[in-house]
C-alpha cells in the first residue's frame, strides 16, 4: 500500500472545519486578515500522540487547538495566539472541537442536591448559548473592584498565565490562590503625571483572603465559563439550585472518547487487514469508515 506523507496525512481535502470560536479568532498578518478554523479531533495519527489524561491540562489545551487549528499565521506564531487566549475562550474552543460535529449540543446529567429528592436531572446546554455567555463576558476587558477602599481592575486569566502559575511552587492553596488573584489585579487609582506607585502601592499588595473572596465573587461573573453554574429548577421536587459544571472536564472527556475511537479503528483495521499504523493513517478517514462497515457486514 502507498504510503503518504505526514503533510499529506495531517491534512486531507474537504476537511470539516468550523471557525475559531473567538472574537478576535482572526487577526492580521503582513497586512492580510488572517481566519482560523478547526478541524475535528480524533483522525489523524497525531491526535493519538497526545496523552489527554496528563494533568498539565494547559499545555494539553494547547496542543490540542494547535494539532486542530488550520489557517493562521505559521509556526510558533499560532502557540503564541493560543497561549494569549482567556482561559474561558480556550475552554471554549475545547468544547467547539468536543460537540460542533455531533449536533453541538452538551448533555448534562445532574442530580437534585435536596435531601428529600435527589433524582436524576438532565440539562441540555448549546454550543451557541456558551458563545454568547463568553462573548457578553469577553466584552469588557476588564471589570473594576473595590479592595481596602481603593479602585483595582481585574483582567481574566491566559493560558500563558496558567503556565506562569505552573511553574511557581506554592506552600499552600492559600498562597498560590493569592498569587493567582495578583497577577490579574491592576491599581487604577489616579495619579500626578509621571508619579510612579510605592512599594506598598504595588497592585495587590497586601492582599489578604477576605480580598481574594471578594475577587473570586466578581470573577464569577467577569470570567464565566471558568467556573460554570447552572441555575436549575428540579423537574421532581420545585426545588432551585446551582448547579457548578466543569465545562472543561467535560471537553476532554469527550476528545479522550474521540481518542479512544480512533484507537478502536486502528485495532479494528490492523487486526482485519494486517495493516501498520502508518498504513491505516495513509487510507482517507471516509475511506476507513467504509471499511469498518465492510467488516461490520462481514461480522453479522
Request: overall charge negative.
Amino acid at each position: 500500500m502507498p504510503v503518504m506523507t505526514m503533510a499529506e496525512r495531517e491534512q486531507e481535502p474537504d476537511e470539516p472545519l468550523v471557525p475559531f470560536p473567538c472574537a478576535d479568532g482572526g487577526g492580521v498578518a503582513d497586512g492580510r486578515a488572517m481566519e482560523r478554523w478547526l478541524r475535528p479531533f480524533g483522525v489523524y495519527e497525531s491526535d493519538l500522540r497526545l496523552d489527554l489524561r496528563s494533568a498539565l491540562r494547559p499545555v494539553v489545551t494547547t496542543r490540542v487547538l494547535e494539532r486542530c487549528l488550520r489557517g493562521g499565521a505559521e509556526g510558533a506564531a499560532e502557540g503564541e495566539f493560543l497561549w494569549n487566549l482567556t482561559v474561558g475562550r480556550r475552554i471554549l474552543a475545547l468544547l467547539t472541537l468536543a460537540v460542533a460535529w455531533d449536533g453541538g449540543c452538551i448533555e448534562l446529567e445532574l442530580r437534585c442536591p435536596e435531601a428529600s429528592c435527589g433524582e436524576a436531572l438532565e440539562l441540555d446546554v448549546t454550543l451557541e448559548e456558551l458563545a454568547g455567555i463568553e462573548a457578553e463576558a469577553g466584552a469588557r476587558e476588564r471589570v473594576e473592584v473595590t479592595i481596602d477602599g481603593r479602585l483595582h481592575a481585574l483582567r481574566r486569566p491566559t493560558g500563558r498565565d496558567q503556565l506562569e502559575w505552573m511553574s511557581r511552587r506554592f506552600t499552600d492553596e492559600r498562597e498560590a490562590m493569592l498569587w493567582m488573584a495578583r497577577t490579574l489585579v491592576r491599581l487604577e487609582e489616579p495619579r500626578e503625571p509621571g508619579e510612579m506607585p510605592g512599594l506598598d502601592e504595588t497592585p495587590g499588595a497586601g492582599m489578604d483572603i477576605d480580598a481574594l473572596a471578594v475577587i473570586e465573587e466578581t470573577m464569577s461573573g467577569f470570567d464565566p465559563l471558568v467556573n460554570f453554574v447552572a441555575f436549575v429548577r428540579c423537574v421532581h421536587c420545585g426545588c432551585e439550585h446551582d448547579h457548578e459544571i466543569d465545562l472543561e472536564e467535560i471537553a476532554f472527556r469527550r476528545l479522550r472518547q474521540a481518542q479512544l475511537r480512533l484507537l478502536g479503528t486502528v485495532h479494528r483495521l490492523a487486526r482485519h487487514y494486517h495493516w501498520s499504523e502508518q498504513e491505516i493513517f495513509a487510507v482517507p478517514q471516509w475511506r476507513r469508515d467504509y471499511y469498518l462497515a465492510l467488516i461490520e457486514q462481514e461480522n453479522r
